[in-house]
């Protein structure tokens, strides 16, 4: 261990001694082709040569932050570390006038790990940390070869100094990004604005608009969206500085049919029955829909009975009646929303031989 700590404590003398100091630069995703998957966004870190560490911001990344945990930093030399997520053991080489750094990254529910060496280069406004391609594919950096984007790799160009006044924004909405409808004609969501303010910035205001439309200010909005996709978007503004603007875009969907109820009722007490001798007896159905306030009905009484071979029904066509011997009535009920998502529900009466007949 004390041999470690010595060799870490060469490097860091042989590239600078200073402890804490800001660093500026920028973050960027790159596929396996080597294709700019996230564009270089803007970060501001700490290098901690004393604890051996870097920290960088957060940077959203198709939807959620990747939140880095503190870089290990690594001397000149072979290292092997574990993935803390698999226990899968990674490695990498930091050559002479280079420095290397131990990954761990958080994505939504993802941990996953790599390296970053850099190539280091000092000039008169201090140091310039430059990504190196330590796994010899071509690409600048090493690839992941654990977590949610294997063969992908992030790699952050850094310089020392201190960044200017800026603001950083994330954008989340409560339930997600994809909405079940659930008042008439689409849904209330809420819509939150997280602002990271670096450089000494002080915030003035967060300005949001959906779809175009000025919908007001504030960290958070609660904009009602009709069925369909909208653009929810905010811009973070600082009092002096940078200001920074993302946009989410939120579907909102019916996929939730009518609720149908059907039953016979007694025409006098209004009281569901399933049998009846004689007197009236009325059909009653109602359907309901989270989303839509008038869903399209159809009811349908058919008559439930059995026939055999041969047997002869009478047929009055000019009063469109057919004799029937009929046991049962049964109520079929079908309703369907503006969205196409259909329900159905049904009630049997049964028919009772009266007392008199």
Known sequence: MRSIVTALLGLLVAVGTAAAVPLVGEMQVLDPSGRVVLPPTPVAGVLDEAAGTMTVDPVMFFGLLI?????????????????????????????????????????????????????VVTHPGGRAFTPADSDGDGIPGQAFTTGPFPGFTLIYTMQEGTPPPAAML????????????????????????????????????????????????????????????????????????????????VTVVDTQPPVVDAAFVDHRTGEVVAEAARGKVEVRYAATDACDPNPTVEAVVVPVFAVVDGQVLKVKGEHLQVRLPTSALDLTVTATDAAGNSAGGEAVLHLLRSPED
């Open 67 to 119: 939140t880095p945990h503190p870089f290990e930093l690594l001397g000149e030399g072979s290292h092997t570390r574990t993935d803390p997520a698999t226990g899968t053991p990674l490695t990498t080489t930091v050559g002479p006038g280079q420095l290397g750094a131990f990954m761990v990254l958080d994505w939504g529910a993802n941990t996953f790990s790599s390296f970053l060496v850099w190539d």
């Open 170 to 249: 994330s954008l989340t909405v409560a339930g997600g990004i994809r909405q079940e409808c659930a008042e008439a004609g689409g849904n209330t969501v809420t819509a939150t604005a997280s602002v990271e303010l670096v450089g000494g910035a002080e915030l003035s205001e967060v300005q949001w608009t959906v779809d175009g439309t000025s919908a007001g200010t504030g960290t958070t909005i609660t904009p009602f969206l009709s069925l369909g996709s909208h653009t929810i978007e905010a811009t973070a503004i600082p009092v002096v500085g940078g200001s920074d603007t993302q946009h989410l875009i």
